[in-house]
T-cell receptor, first 113, second 113 residues
Framework: DAGITQSPRHKVTETGTPVTLRCHQT?????MYWYRQDPGHGLRLIHYSYGVKDTDKGEVSDGYSVSRSKTEDFLLTLESATSSQTSVYFCAIRPPSGGDTQYFGPGTRLTVL | QQQVKQSPQSLIVQKGGIPIINCAYE??????FPWYQQFPGKGPALLIA?????SEKKEGRFTISFNKSAKQFSLHIMDSQPGDSATYFC????????????FGTGTLLAVQP
């Protein structure tokens, strides 16, 4: 998984609770991405980061926020989880030596009841 | 204009057959087209990628065909094996600083022994 770990790997939570997912990389790559995967939709970009404290929105950013205070960690926060945010969340990194290639982590399965 | 349309949704072939998965895009600014393979419970893994300056690229049993004028690209798997059974995603991006990938909706491939 390209030196990427995601935690937790599984989480069940209730509607209205805050949730934070963590992506950790060991190679200090500049670019990191958060995607969600849902049946019939493929993977959709939520937010991405191009450096410490440098982040921007993707196509499905509503209801999500991110933070990157260290190069190796990219956090995705659901301030108040909703059932529509039940999904599998993937983090990806883009090494500078790989051109445009993105490498994905193992994913976090989140269920919001 | 940001969509990538992928077909078929699912595909069953016999061992040794040549499954073909098709993708079409609208945004003529896209210039990077990767294919990802995903096994259940795992993150997507890069399989092969192409840029629009070539019409075909082969890596082992996997071939991408690219038709710039039609804005279409396809994945062919030669001599398919049961181990190729997975979900395949095409994607596209305007390469560069942020490289935000737009994914197709995925094709579930089953290769029967």
């Amino acid at each position: 998984d390209a030196g990427i770990t995601q935690s937790p790997r599984h989480k069940v939570t209730e509607t209205g609770t805050p949730v934070t997912l963590r992506c950790h990389q060991t190679e200090n790559h500049r670019y990191m991405y958060w995607y969600r995967q849902d049946p019939g939709h493929g993977l959709r970009l939520i937010h991405y980061s191009y450096g410490v404290k440098d982040t921007d929105k993707g196509e499905v950013s509503d209801g999500y926020s991110v933070s990157r205070s260290k190069t190796e960690d990219f956090l995705l926060t659901l301030e108040s989880a909703t059932s529509s945010q039940t999904s599998v969340y993937f983090c990806a990194i883009r090494p500078p030596s790989g051109g445009d290639t993105q490498y994905f982590g193992p994913g976090t399965r989140l269920t919001v009841l | 204009q940001q969509q990538v349309k992928q077909s078929p949704q699912s595909l069953i072939v016999q061992k040794g057959g040549i499954p073909i998965i098709n993708c079409a895009y609208e945004n003529t600014a896209f210039d990077y087209f990767p294919w990802y393979q995903q096994f259940p419970g795992k993150g997507p893994a890069l399989l092969i990628a192409i840029r629009p300056d070539v019409s075909e690229k082969k890596e082992g049993r996997f071939t991408i065909s690219f038709n710039k004028s039609a804005k279409q690209f396809s994945l062919h798997i030669m001599d398919s094996q049961p181990g190729d059974s997975a979900t395949y995603f095409c994607a596209a991006s305007n390469s560069g600083a942020t490289n935000k990938l737009i994914f197709g909706t995925g094709t579930l491939l089953a290769v029967q022994p």
